[in-house]
């Protein structure tokens, strides 16, 4: 029994020992570190760290090139005993990690940044009025429950619906049915919006094929430098691109 009574303790000793090693010999993860620390702390990190760095090299080498050795001991530094750059060189490496870390950083958000733009921007095409069999595009800002912008009057203001629910009412009111929704990159969204304001605070003369619904959201994107458009002028037979 007593046998028995030593395996197992032995048995349960390793199990306690295996479940503990991993966390204990995981040395390579600091719990306390952040993993997306900000692009603007790192900057100020680096700049201030390289400032030290500099110095810290040029001390450390002029003692070797003895502009700073003297006869008398002071210091390791002030005899030809070998000193340690192992701090220096750990600061340099830390350094170069956050410029690694911080270009890495900037360019995710910078991918981020195009692709919300594309998204920001979507043409939305609609089915036309009883007697227009080639559709109506508006201009949706900021996709599903975002802005909506059209011209359809003869001679009026721009209408926008600010709610999906404003937009939904739209459709039933009119009988119409969305047909499809194209995302359009626009390089400079500040400079569409700046457009689309002043359009809204002017009337629309609508001219039918070259200057209707499709061509309002030609004025909106390309002001913020998208290429996109129409050759057609006519949403439901042409895919604006």
Not at 21 to 50: E, F, H, Q, R
Not at 96 to 119: G, I, S
Not at 127 to 154: C, M
Not at 186 to 207: R, T
Request: net charge negative.
């Amino acid at each position: 029994m007593k046998k028995y009574s030593i395996i197992i303790s032995s048995l349960l000793l390793i199990l306690i020992l295996t479940a503990g090693c991993k966390k204990y010999l995981d040395v390579n993860i600091n719990p306390n570190a952040t993993s997306n620390p900000p692009i603007a702390g790192l900057l100020a990190n680096v700049t201030s760290l390289t400032a030290n760095n500099s110095f810290d090299i040029a001390d450390w080498v002029s003692y070797y090139t003895q502009y700073l050795a003297s006869p008398s001991e002071a210091s390791s530094g002030d005899t030809y005993d070998q000193r340690d750059p192992s701090g220096t060189w750990g600061d340099i490496y830390n350094v170069l990690t956050d410029c690694y870390d911080m270009r890495k950083f900037a360019e995710a958000q910078e991918e981020f940044a195009k692709e919300r733009n594309t998204k920001l921007f979507n043409v939305v095409t609609v089915s036309g009025a009883k007697f227009n069999p080639a559709g109506h595009d508006l201009l949706n800002i900021g996709g599903e429950g975002g802005w909506y912008f059209q011209v359809h009057k003869v001679y009026d203001y721009p209408t926008a619906y600010y709610t999906e629910q404003e937009y939904e009412a739209y459709l039933m009111a009119e009988g119409k049915h969305e047909i499809s929704r194209t995302p359009i990159d626009v390089p400079n969204p500040a400079g569409a919006i700046d457009k689309l304001h002043d359009l809204l605070g002017q009337k629309w003369l609508w001219l039918v094929i070259p200057h209707n619904c499709v061509n309002f959201v030609e004025t909106v994107v390309q002001a913020g430098g998208s290429t996109a458009g129409s050759y057609s002028n006519l949403p439901k037979f042409e895919t604006f691109r």
